[in-house]
């Protein structure tokens, strides 16, 4: 078992920025890659940034550039600097993590429990 706490989430100006964290614990030796989802009113939850156990990270194409995921290993946080933020960007944002079980391949996902954020235009 995974679990994660978030915490970094509030109200912005547009062109401001935030960072969100992601605190594991648990069974962390585990976890294959860890990442962040967001959820705006009336749409599907959405990948925004993941980085691998081995530190190689992917990208929603709607915020290259402009968010970093990043991870701190002796504290099993994981972040998310987000910059020129836009009032698209609203949402809630998830942390996730997953674990891979190794004599069925079966993928366990661990949700946080979801942070608003909120970017005024």
């Known amino acids: 078992q995974v679990q994660l706490v978030e915490s970094g989430g509030g109200l912005v100006l547009a062109g401001g920025s935030l960072r969100l964290s992601c605190a594991a614990s648990?069974?962390?030796?585990?976890?294959?890659?860890m990442g962040w989802y967001r959820q705006a009113p009336g749409k599907r939850r959405e990948l925004v940034a993941a980085?691998?156990?081995?530190?190689?990270?992917n990208y929603a194409d709607s915020v290259k550039g402009r968010f970093t995921i990043s991870r701190d290993n002796a504290k099993n946080t994981v972040y998310l600097q987000m910059n020129s933020l836009k009032p698209e960007d609203t949402a809630v944002y998830y942390c996730?993590?997953?674990?891979?079980?190794?004599?069925?391949?079966?993928?366990?996902?661990?949700w946080g429990q979801g942070t608003q954020v909120t970017v005024s235009s």
């Open positions: 980085i691998t156990s081995g530190g190689s990270t």
């Open positions: 648990g069974s962390i030796f585990s976890i294959n890659a």
């Open positions: 996730n993590a997953y674990t891979i079980a190794v004599l069925t391949a079966a993928r366990y996902d661990y």
